[in-house]
């Protein structure tokens, strides 16, 4: 039987399946670990879900405070526990628990609902000898990667606004070589393969990756955990999994280590001051609970006030916002939050945003006030991306080795006629903006990889568009580039650096030459590529469909991969333009 019929028979069984069981998880051979509670350590004393009212220690208060503004007042006295349950609630300028909180599984909503996102239009293709240079800001976040794993577990086909497809592909990691020295915190690959959608054109590959950072090694971190407990934040998806992530952070802690939390819901207060303390972070963790409106504004003013007031000179002063970001009292204009994203990180302090939940996720305000506090965005949709975020990848989440790190590769045009970018639509930068240290951009953590794949048109191959009556002939190449395809720059500061550096590399004409079938890494990366841009409805894809990514990406092993093919066979059939 040919390979397409068994693909449209594989296709059609996974479409019948989430018909007649739509309740199931999407991916059940590889289903992600279900959501509960983690083990409590001994040496913390018995666990607040196992106490009742008579061992259950008193109830824990902590206050709306700024630096300098004098002593805490005295606590007023806990009101009376009415039952077994006495949980974290923020009521005016004081916050009330603990008690024992149930982690239940998570069940993504359905319906998105509400949910915002501030997708660009597909790149267009470009002529080389009219616009032969290209510049973009890097990206590491991985939010989009698994929101769309998210619609689609739940059966449905993400918004192409929600889709970005640089996010997708460097959630993965690739065979990038370590830097060779101490001079620069990362490395610089470059390699080309025929496109797979249009054998007339080539995919450059220009790949970074990070120095990795010995755990020995890593610099102290101040770590203030600012948490939605609104109401918004109530079901099973969002803040019980805030708290298991939370719970795996707990114990990655290094002896110098702090972390404070703060709690945002109608009103901000610090449930837990600055402290090293294992047990005590985990019982503040166990102690929350939902309720109220959502004052988002006021949250992160305290929590960059925390910060600052235990600043760590020379180490890691960070804010990470856990929300569905549905900031609906205080400060919910975007641009006002920017503003004061953007005058806070002046003080030295970074933030990191991490989505949770379905319904009323607001996408676009957590991607902009991460990129603008010098941070990254992820999207948490399980205990196991939870762990990959916090835990496996904690030192590239956290420590950052390079800031304002841009990309601008120059197109030779005696070798190539037209070319565009896969994706960082929202990272471009005009071509001024690459050697002005004022403009900002991206971060790279430690062990952080970055890649950018551009689809090219040889010289004299077919391309999207035809040739213009009037148009210029293309540059003629001078002595010295005429062996390059392009020519790639990089510029990145070191922490704590006002200018940056600049590093160049050409990419020799022998790489087009060579170029053949994408294989390995480079066809893997490929396939994810053209997953997303499928999600996107990018039309210059010569109807390569999502069984040609499985078919691509071909047998991958590692849980991560494995997963990616089977949520492009998802995709396959849930596509109904089939």
Not at 111 to 124: Q, S, T
């Amino acid at each position: 039987m040919p390979t397409s019929t068994h693909r449209k028979i594989t296709t059609a069984l996974l479409a019948a399946a989430l018909c007649s069981a739509p309740a199931q998880p999407a991916l059940a051979n590889l289903e992600r670990a279900p959501l509960a509670a983690p083990a409590w350590p001994e040496r913390c004393g018995p666990s607040p879900l196992t106490q009742t009212d008579e061992t259950r220690p008193p109830p824990v208060v902590a206050y709306a405070r700024r630096p300098g503004s004098g002593p805490n007042p005295p606590a007023p006295p806990p009101p009376p526990a009415s039952s077994a349950e006495q949980s974290i609630v923020v009521t005016g300028a004081r916050v009330a628990g603990p008690g024992p909180t149930f982690i239940p599984a998570v069940r993504p909503a359905i319906d998105p609902g509400r949910e915002r996102y501030e997708g660009e239009n597909v790149a267009p293709a470009l002529w080389a000898h009219e616009e032969p240079v290209s510049t973009f800001s890097v990206d590491v976040d991985t939010a989009a990667y698994a929101n769309v794993r998210r619609f689609l577990s739940d059966g449905n086909l993400p918004p192409q606004a929600a889709v970005r497809t640089e996010e997708l592909i460097n959630y993965f990691r690739y065979d990038y070589p370590e830097p060779a020295d101490d001079e620069a915190p990362f490395s610089v690959t470059t390699d080309m393969a025929v496109t797979p959608w249009n054998e007339d054109t080539r995919l450059l590959r220009i790949g970074l990756r990070g120095y990795d950072l010995p755990r020995a090694e890593r610099p102290a971190a101040n770590l203030v955990f600012l948490l939605d407990v609104s109401g918004s934040m109530h079901s099973r998806d969002k803040l019980p999994l805030v708290q298991t992530a939370m719970h795996m952070l707990a114990g990655e802690l290094g002896d110098e280590d702090r972390v404070s939390i703060v709690v945002y819901a109608g009103a901000a207060g610090v449930v837990l001051e600055p402290t090293n303390d294992e047990c005590d972070i985990r019982r503040a963790i166990e102690s929350l609970r939902a309720g109220g409106s959502t004052a988002g504004g006021a949250g992160i003013r305290l929590a960059y006030d925390v910060a600052r007031g235990s600043f760590i000179e020379g180490g890691v002063n960070r804010v990470i916002l856990c929300t569905d970001g549905d900031f609906n009292v205080g400060v919910s204009d975007h641009d006002a939050l920017v503003e004061l994203i953007e005058k806070e990180r002046r003080s030295g302090v970074t933030l990191t945003t991490l989505g949770f939940g379905t319904g009323n996720l607001n996408d676009a305000m957590m991607e902009q006030i991460a990129d603008h506090g010098n941070g990254n965005y992820a999207y948490i949709d399980s205990a196991m991306e939870a762990r990959k975020v916090l835990s496996e990848e904690m030192a590239s989440t956290l420590f950052t080795i390079a800031h304002d790190v841009k990309i601008q590769v120059e197109f030779n045009p005696a070798k190539v006629s037209q070319y565009r970018l896969i994706g960082y639509e929202n990272r471009a930068l005009r071509e001024e903006d690459f050697d002005n240290d004022a403009v900002d951009a991206g971060e790279i953590g430690a062990g952080h990889q970055v890649t950018a794949l551009y689809e090219i048109v040889p010289a004299g191959a077919s391309g999207w568009m035809q040739g213009r009556r009037y148009s210029a002939p293309a540059n003629t190449a001078n002595g010295q580039s005429a062996d390059e395809v392009a020519f790639v720059q990089l510029r990145y500061k070191l922490p704590g650096r006002d200018s940056s550096i600049l590093l160049q590399q050409p990419v020799s004409a022998s790489l087009m030459d060579r170029a053949g079938t994408a294989r390995g890494d480079m066809a893997f990366a490929s396939a994810v590529a053209a997953y997303g841009q499928i999600l996107r409805g990018d039309t210059l894809l010569n109807g390569f469909g999502f069984d040609d990514t499985v078919e691509l990406a071909g047998r991958q092993d590692g849980y991560w991969r494995e997963e990616f093919v089977q949520l492009a066979q998802l995709a396959d059939a849930l596509d109904g333009r089939r």
